[in-house]
């Protein structure tokens, strides 16, 4: 704002006739109340000036206490803002300039002014001088504005170099003004984008090429060249000059690194829980629906796990929250161990999981992950000094059979989930209409397999094994048959694998092997002729801690010879862990215990392990011993096999004969022994004693040739 107003004057010349000539013209044509002071030397100016206000000085360069600049010099020092007109003769040309260089806004040559001329020079210096004040106060506050604020703010020229920049862009930049200004703006700030680390369209190009105004850039990387990336949003705006030509950009930037981690953890909170760290319902039913849309294009089944605690809020109760959160906390890390990593555990609240299985082939499946579960959840959980146990409900549902939509199928599970509470805890259930049937079969196995270990409804049946030349029993397999009150006897193929599944084995092989060798000793007492015991024994018992132990003290109760103690193990059973396998089978070996290799010719067992194990026998598996009857010219595997019991010097038997054509072939080829239905189906032991007793009808063993002529007869 220029003030117009020309009041007051003081008037320094020591030209009494000057000063008069002056004062004529201002008292004629100068402004009304303009009040005029007149000093004759800078002494007596600087003295007014110091105790009276001035709005402009006209000032002679002779004066005899200051001559020429240095008169500029003390005039400005004394009034530093008010404007000054400086009067100078006539050859003093130079002289006025320098004194406009000082900071004079004007000057006048003595006796060339008229009273129009000196009017206007001093109306424009005020007016000069004002405006100058103004711009100067305006920059001041831009200046304190753009340091003040947080934002970084870059200004560059009409040339995109850059001209300016406030402390926080230096600081974010690493770049002080000094070493920057001047330099291309593009060479100062390096600014990528964050979708796809590529360098953001230059900035500049984008102001200075438009007229528009500010536009905003979200996302964008700040790369400095010390290697710190910093994430920015920025804004960018053209600067105009009066015809509207691009004159500059300011740019103006700030660090979003803490806003977009505070959004991410926001994020995170929103769909984790906090106690465990784990999704929570909502993320969850968001993966749920996931899962039932993409399942039927990989012809795969979701499962949904209703997990709850059994007695949690007594344990919560007794025990103190703090130890409460941190057992949910040990089971919450637990479970997610056992799961594959395309699997969602999630925490629903209160001490409720929920596991979701998203690549289900089979029912079974899910039965396997259901019993992991309730087996790590019930192993104890240690914290602070305590020992901490619980068990869990497991309830589950199966998309599609349980239900279509996530909802249905939580809801599902979560009922199954209260009828396995009301089964006694400690268990799973699938939801009751789930039409796996095979889930709910093995589920019913289990169930009644448990109560028949309870009830003693196992039985052994015998099957002899006969010496292919001399056409003795050498031994017995005993061979489990599951005695059911209701549905009659079950063969062992449909609940071995399920006992072995839940562990049910364990108490059953365990029964076996002392009823086996309690019926060899029963049978030796009676007279019978001493012949060997087999028994089948699973990855799960060999492996057991106290399977060896176990033996021998059976042994030792029983008064059996080891050496009439074989058991039959299956090629995946021993080449499971081959390595404990061998120091297994040592042991049992020094023993005199017998092993078998059963259903030789299925597995992947090699030679060089089969040497290592140091087996006694080798059965060939019945499905090739089949093939010398059914596909007389496919004999070479059963062939092979006898070749490898050969080479690893060891007894060889096949298993499943049927027919006298094997019984021929397998003589020809010098196979050590047989067992199969052709000789005697497993019979029950009484039966199997009479066997013992009559032995084997030679006419069975009856060379080639004689069969032959039997067939005819
Ligand atoms: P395995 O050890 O290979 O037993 C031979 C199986 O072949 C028996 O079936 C037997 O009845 C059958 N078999 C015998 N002769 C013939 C024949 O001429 N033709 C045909 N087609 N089959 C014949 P089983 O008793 O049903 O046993 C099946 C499997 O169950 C056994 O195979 C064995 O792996 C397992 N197993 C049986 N008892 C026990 C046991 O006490 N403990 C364990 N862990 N597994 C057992
Ligand atoms: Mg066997
Ligand atoms: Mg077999």
Same mark, same amino acid.
């Given at each position: 704002m220029i003030k117009n107003v020309l009041t007051k004057l003081l008037l320094v010349e020591d030209n009494p006739a000057d000063a008069d000539l002056i004062r004529i013209m201002l008292r004629k044509y100068?402004?009304?109340?303009l009040e005029l002071t007149h000093v004759e030397c800078m002494t007596d100016a600087e003295m007014h000036l110091a105790n009276h206000a001035v709005d402009i000085i006209l000032l002679d360069l002779g004066l005899p206490d200051a001559h020429g600049l240095q008169a500029v010099v003390r005039a400005h020092a004394a009034g530093p803002r008010v404007p000054l007109v400086v009067l100078t003769g006539l050859d003093d040309e130079s002289l006025a300039e320098r004194a406009i260089q000082e900071g004079a806004q004007d000057h006048l040559i003595k006796g060339q002014v008229d009273a129009r001329g000196l009017l206007r020079a001093l109306r424009y210096a005020v007016e000069r001088k004002t405006m100058e004040e103004a711009l100067y106060e305006e920059k001041e506050r831009a200046q304190v504005t753009l340091s003040c604020i947080g934002d970084a703010v870059v200004c560059t020229d009409r040339m995109g170099n850059v001209s300016f920049l406030n402390s926080p862009a230096e600081r974010m930049t690493g770049c002080s003004l000094s070493e920057v200004a001047g330099r291309s703006m593009t060479e100062v700030l390096c600014i990528l984008?964050?979708?796809? +680390?590529? =360098?953001?369209?230059?900035p500049l190009a984008l102001t200075l090429g438009r007229t528009s105004t500010a536009q905003l850039f979200t996302n964008r990387i700040l790369a400095r060249r010390d290697g710190v990336e910093i994430p920015i949003e920025y804004s960018v705006a053209p600067v105009h000059d009066r015809e509207g030509q691009a004159a500059g950009t300011v740019l103006v930037f700030r660090d979003v690194s803490a806003a977009r981690a505070k959004v991410l953890q926001l994020a995170h909170a929103a769909e984790?829980?906090? =106690?465990?760290?784990l999704p929570n319902r909502m993320l969850l039913n968001d993966r749920l629906r996931q899962a039932i849309a993409v399942a039927p294009r990989q012809r795969k089944q979701v499962a949904v796990l209703f997990l709850d605690l059994d007695g949690f809020k007594r344990i919560n109760d007794s025990l103190g929250h703090s130890i409460g959160d941190k057992l949910l906390q040990s089971v919450a890390k637990r479970i997610v161990a056992c799961v594959r990593a395309a699997d969602t555990v999630s925490r629903q609240g209160g001490d409720e999981f929920v596991v979701l299985l998203t690549?289900?082939? +089979?029912?079974e499946d899910v039965t396997v992950m259901a019993r992991r579960l309730l087996e790590v959840v019930a192993a104890p959980h240690s914290i602070d000094q305590h020992q901490v146990f619980v068990g869990t409900s497991i309830g589950a549902s199966i998309f599609p059979d349980d239900g279509l939509d996530a909802e249905t199928l939580l809801k599902n599970a979560d009922t199954a989930m209260y009828q396995a509470k009301g089964n006694g805890r400690q268990n799973y259930r699938f939801f009751?209409?789930?039409?796996?049937d095979r889930a709910v079969e093995r589920q019913h196995i289990e169930d009644s397999l448990r109560l028949a270990v309870e009830r003693h409804e196992f039985a052994l049946h015998y099957q002899p094994k006969v010496? =292919? +030349?001399?056409?003795?029993?050498?031994g017995a397999e005993a061979l489990i048959r599951w005695m059911h009150p209701v549905r009659g006897t079950i063969p062992p193929d449909e609940f071995v694998h399920v006992a072995e599944d839940c562990g049910l084995i364990l108490p059953i092989g365990h029964w076996v092997l002392r009823e086996a060798c309690g019926q060899a000793r029963a049978w030796r007492d009676a007279g019978l002729p001493q012949i060997s015991v087999a028994v089948n024994v699973t990855s799960r018992e060999l492996r057991s801690e106290s399977f060896l132990a176990d033996i021998f003290s059976i042994l030792e109760v029983t008064g059996?010879?080891? +050496?009439l103690l074989e058991l039959e193990m299956t090629e995946s059973v021993l080449m499971k862990d081959a390595t404990s396998t061998v120091a297994i089978l040592g042991i049992l070996r020094e023993k005199g215990i017998q092993v078998a290799v059963d259903d030789f010719g299925t597995g992947y067992s090699s030679m060089r392990s089969l040497r290592d194990f140091k087996i006694n026998t080798l059965k060939i598996s019945e499905s090739f011993v089949r093939q010398i009857t059914t =596909?007389?010219?496919?004999t070479s595997l059963v062939t092979a096999a006898i070749r490898v019991a050969q080479s690893l010097n060891v007894r060889v038997l096949a298993e499943g004969v049927e027919d006298h054509r094997a019984v021929a072939f397998l003589r020809s080829e010098q196979c050590d022994e047989a067992q199969g239905n052709y000789f005697s189906?497993?019979?029950p032991p009484e039966e199997f004693a009479k066997l013992l007793e009559t032995?084997?009808?030679s006419t069975l063993l009856l060379p080639l040739a004689e069969t032959i002529v039997q067939d005819r007869r």
């Open positions: 100068g402004p009304q109340g984008d964050a979708a796809n +680390r590529e =360098l953001a369209s230059d984790h829980d906090f =106690l465990t760290g690549e289900v082939q +089979r029912p009751k209409s789930s039409m796996n010496d =292919l +030349r001399t056409g003795e029993i050498t059996i010879d080891p +050496r =596909l007389p010219s496919e189906r497993p019979v032995g084997i009808a």
